[in-house]
């Protein structure tokens, strides 16, 4: 069983920076592919970022550009930084665990291990 602790979110302005930190319970956090999603209220969760294995990384075109994901295996962390932040990224950001790598990335099938979520709320 893995365990992900998200932190990091909190309340920001319209144009500002958050950086999101994803810590895994786990000694094989290398052989997993770590992912980003969030969810609105009263919407789907959605893949906001994805860095592989092989450290390939993926982005929805909503944030291309805009956020970055990272890992430091040493530290078991996974990463997203978010800069030119816009009202519309107000969500729950939620990191995700994927031991198959599966290509089907943008799904929320793969991902074996959530963690709890934490807020993100961008004022205008």
């Known amino acids: 069983q893995v365990q992900l602790v998200e932190s990091g979110g909190g309340l920001v302005q319209a144009g500002g920076s958050l950086r999101l930190s994803c810590a895994a319970s786990?000694?094989?956090?290398?052989?997993?592919?770590m992912a980003w999603f969030r969810q609105a209220p009263g919407k789907e969760r959605e893949f906001v970022a994805r860095l592989s294995r092989g450290a390939f990384r993926y982005y929805a075109d909503s944030v291309k550009g805009r956020f970055t994901i990272s890992r430091d295996n040493a530290k078991n962390t996974v990463y997203l930084q978010m800069n030119s932040l816009k009202p519309e990224d107000t969500a729950v950001y939620y990191c995700a665990a994927d031991l198959s790598d599966s290509s089907s990335y943008k799904s929320t099938l793969p991902y074996e291990y959530w963690g709890q979520g934490t807020q993100v709320t961008v004022s205008s």
């Open positions: 786990t000694r094989t956090f290398s052989s997993y592919a």
